[in-house]
């Protein structure tokens, strides 16, 4: 209980350490999928979103949302990354080609659209939410100290949301079989 | 702390755009992708926790749709590999038309 | 019987109920003898020679010879061995001369009803209004016809000498191809002048103009397989136009400042615009450009020389008697205009005199028999503006009586000159120019009643009394020399030189162009009908007199210009009845007329004379120069010529003013045409621009469109990271 109280502090009386880690998680998220979208082997470029991803994680621990933090490490970092890896080891993608950027101009361009949405976006962040739907302050931390990260999550998953719950299976049955389908080598059929 | 992880969120984003233009190795462009939403899940928690737990609820199912969608389309890249044996995103051309 | 929009005018007129509601008749008549005869045309129908036209030079004989031909062919000539006489010529030949004669029979009996009902006394036209024609917001013309005393003048002159002319077809014309195509044009011509004359408003008149141009074109092309005569029938047309542009100028400023184009409605308002003004001259100059261009006076008349190249029935009916004079005509109805705008009758009093000086000087070198007459019509019309343009309507109009007489005459004679020389040249099969003078000679022992006739005809023109025309010049020279002392024209000035300077300058010239008309075309009469004959041996037995149907209107036109000068005497010859003319179209002109002359002094009787004598002196001098410097002896047949030098060379060739124009203004408006307009605005900018521009510009947006395509997954990124920055921005900047 006290830890989490203590993990988690009401809005307007943070204590520089919290603030502290929060930029940090931050900026390191930030350098990570720089560094990741620029590193010419594949590989590279996996590991270093990797980290990105685990910067993350801490992140969404600190915004009182431990489990999906634990979610986050486990099941993006974990097994989609790994799946990537997977992927680039096969295809022995391992070094990376020459021409596998486009050109300067591109870039620039690139940068440019990029510089562009951002201004976009925070020019559209001038609005105000209606003061109605704002939930009072540390109210979700008051709710994962009562019953736990889980249940949080777990209750409108199986109320609210049970249907997308149940879709949502049927999905991942529709990726599997897709993969496997896609997966299949030509040469089995005429092999056969 | 709402602002500050929008930023970031943001800037995220953004980066992960740059990359889908940037990138012409097929694999690289689809990890952008990911960067990509994993930038909005984080815009979400952050909105959660102000505005109710319904955004992470959404985070939860934002990342079995990233699942389910890294696996059909690295089978893709894979079957694509196979027949250009190449993951260069300008010798790809098949949607022409 | 076409139904009238009101029943004339509210006060009822004399000429109500008379044989002027047969008004509609005169000039639909033809117009139904034009149909008929254009549908036999069409009909396929004659079964041998070659197709229409004919493609020889001359009156219609195809030059190919030695043709096979149909045994049962008809025809004048049966022993000629190329007839190509029409299948339907006889029906032809009743319903085109035929539809004049009634016409011209209805035009007598409303003539008749005029006298019956007062005369010269109906101050009033009489309007017969048909529909309305154009209401147009402020504009309200209607198709009506104006019957007064000037227009039953016209009507009974075309009609009259129509009638004649077209009976002289009939044996003119009989072998060619093209007959009745040939009458169903000159009924259309008829139709058309007859609109022009009987025209309530000036726009109907304009109507009338514009057609007789049209026909003009066609008959003056009438054999178009010789590219000569086309040229000249669109020469006749395009030459025309230009004048046409300013009589249309004229209407304009007419209905922008008046408000009205009807006579009776432009008669009431001119009396209140101011005289002299620039509005009024500046219409009145307008309007005489468009006399120009019809009457062929300078600087437009350079077409008709070159209608000569139309048969000459043609050139007798169109470009003497009727089409030529209705700018004349146009200046008579306009009297109410010109004689309040002083500056514009001495321009046109000037022109007209210069004009036909001018022209007398080249009639007096042209070897061709038809344009010696031709350029003696451009000279006489002179005469005729000289008349109108100084305010003596009534001399005016009283000389294109009686020149469509002598003029006609003059004509038809020379067709049946022509007609034998042909016959004679046809027997022998020989090429020679039939219509020149050097080739002809003597011929008064062959055509003994042409020849008197044709001598009538001179003298007539030259102005020897007792005949017409000598009454009809005389008046116009008298009533020029009268108003040169005293008149609105002479008090006026223009380009600062006073007005009576000008008016007896245009006497003198008028003098001298009665002095070369004489010279000239006595000049005529030797070389063809005097000395020995240059025709040749073998065609000489085949020069004979025409037959009757030809020679029969020569006779009546005889008869008429010998007698015409009746029909206005001056007072001071009262060996009849005194100024005839005068009274009837006093109601019409009278007015204008006094406008003019406003408070001139009686001429003394004494003066008066003396101009006669004067004028007659002139004539004989002219005749007798003539007679002693030429030797029609001393000539030689046209292939056997000097070419002339020096002055005669450039009188020869009508002082290169064709050549001229054609440097100055054809020339360069054909290459800026072809260089600019066509090569540059429509190969360039309209073909190359609008049609093949459009036709590359879809090519690349859909070039564009396929580019968008390409089954690049890294472009549909970039065209996606683009739309998402647009949508933001819209969210953002609304």
Known sequence: MQTAQTLSMPHGTLPLLYTFHFYLFGLVAIVSALLFVTRKSPVAAALWLVNTMFCLAALYVMLDAQFIGAIQVLVYAGAIMVVFLFVIMLLNLGHGGVGDTRGLGWKLAAGAVGLGILAEIFALTKTRTPITLTLPQGFTAQEVARTGAIAPIAAPLFNEYLLAFEVTSILLLAAVVGAVVLGKQRGEEHAR | MLAEALFFSAVLFVIGVFGVLIRRNAIIVFMCVELMLNAVNLSFIAFAQQFGVGGQVFVFFVMTVAAAEAAVGLAIIIALFRHRQTVDLQNINLLKG | ?734
């Open chain 3, 1 to 734: 019987m076409l139904p009238l929009l009101q029943a004339a005018a509210a006060s009822a007129h004399p000429l109500d109920g008379t044989a002027a509601r047969w008004l509609w008749a005169v000039p639909l008549l033809p117009l139904a003898g034009f149909v008929l005869n254009g549908a036999l045309s069409i009909l396929p129908a004659y079964h041998a020679g070659p197709a229409d036209p004919g493609l020889s030079h001359g009156d219609g004989h195809e030059a190919v010879h030695g043709e096979p031909h149909d045994p049962d062919s008809a025809g004048a000539h049966a022993e000629d061995h190329h007839v190509t006489r029409h299948r339907y010529a006889g029906l032809v030949s009743i319903i085109g001369p035929g539809v004049l004669m009634v016409s011209f029979l209805l035009s007598a009996m409303i003539f008749f009803a005029m006298r019956g009902a007062g005369g010269g006394a109906i101050t009033e036209p009489f309007i017969q209004r048909y529909f309305s024609w154009m209401p147009v917001g402020d504009l309200k013309i209607d198709a009506a016809f104006q019957l007064d005393q000037l227009s039953m003048v016209m009507t009974l002159v075309v009609t009259g000498v129509g009638m004649l002319i077209h009976i002289f077809s009939v044996g003119y014309m009989q072998d060619d191809p093209g007959y009745p195509r040939y009458f169903s044009y000159l009924n259309l011509f008829v139709f058309f002048m007859l609109l022009l004359v009987l025209g309530g408003n000036y726009p109907l008149l304009f109507i009338g103009w514009e057609g007789v141009g049209l026909c003009s074109y066609l008959l003056i092309g009438f054999w178009f397989s010789e590219k000569a005569n086309a040229d000249a029938g669109k020469k006749a047309f395009i030459v025309n136009r230009i004048g046409d542009f300013g009589f249309l100028i004229a209407m304009f400023l007419m209905f922008a400042n008046i408000g009205t184009l009807d006579f009776t409605g432009v008669r009431t308002a001119a009396e209140s615009l101011p005289v002299g003004g620039a509005l009024v001259t500046t219409i009145c100059l307008f309007l005489f450009l468009g006399c120009a261009g019809k009457s062929a006076q300078i600087p437009l008349y350079v077409w008709l020389p070159d209608a000569m190249a139309g048969p000459t029935p043609v050139s007798a009916l169109i470009h003497a008697a009727t089409m030529v004079t209705a700018g004349v005509y146009l200046v008579a109805r306009s009297s109410f205009l010109f004689s309040h705008a002083p500056v514009a009758q001495l321009v046109v009093v000037l022109v007209g005199a210069v004009t036909a000086i001018f022209s007398a000087s080249i009639g007096l070198k042209q070897w061709d028999i038809k344009k010696v007459l031709a350029y003696s019509t451009v000279s006489q019309l002179g005469y005729m503006f000289i008349g109108v343009g100084s305010g003596a309507y009534v001399a005016g109009v009283f000389h294109l009586v009686t020149h469509a007489f002598f003029k006609a005459l003059l004509f038809l004679g020379s067709g049946s000159v022509i007609y034998a020389m042909h016959a004679a040249y046809h027997h022998t099969h020989n090429h020679d120019d039939a219509q020149d003078m050097r080739n002809m000679g003597g011929l008064r022992q062959y055509m003994p009643i042409t020849f008197i006739l044709m001598w009538i005809a001179t003298l007539a023109i030259a102005g020897i009394p007792p005949l017409s025309g000598f009454f009809s010049k005389d008046e116009i020279l008298g009533s020029l020399f009268a108003r040169a002392e005293h008149s609105t024209l002479a008090s006026a000035h223009l380009f600062g030189v006073p007005g009576n300077v000008w008016l007896y300058l245009s006497w003198a010239l008028g003098l001298a162009a009665a002095f070369m008309t004489a010279t000239y075309m006595t000049r005529m009469m030797l070389y063809t009908f005097h000395g020995p004959n240059r025709t040749g041996d073998a065609e000489r037995s085949h020069l004979h007199e025409a037959p009757w149907v030809m020679t029969g209107p020569l006779v009546v036109l005889g008869v008429l210009a010998a007698f015409g000068g009746w029909l206005n005497l001056p007072e001071l010859i009262p060996i009849g009845k005194v100024g005839i003319l005068d009274h009837w179209l006093e109601p019409v002109v009278g007015e204008s007329t006094k406008f003019v002359v406003a408070g001139a002094p009686e001429a003394s009787p004494g003066l008066e004379y003396g101009l006669i004598a004067l004028a007659v002196l002139i004539a004989v001098a002219g005749i007798t120069t003539a007679m002693l410097r030429l030797k029609p002896a001393t000539l030689v047949p046209k292939r056997e010529a000097v070419p002339e030098e020096g002055f005669e060379k450039v009188l020869l060739n009508k002082y290169y003013v064709d050549e001229i124009y054609d440097e100055t203004i054809v020339k360069p408006v054909v290459g800026v045409s072809r260089g600019v307009l066509w090569r540059g605005v429509d190969a360039g900018l309209i073909d190359g621009l609008g049609v093949n521009g459009t036709a590359y510009l879809t090519r690349f947006v859909g070039w564009v469109g396929s580019q968008l395509q390409s089954g690049q997954l890294g472009t549909y990124a970039w065209v996606l990271a683009l739309g998402v920055l647009a949508v933001l921005g819209a969210f953002g900047l609304r």
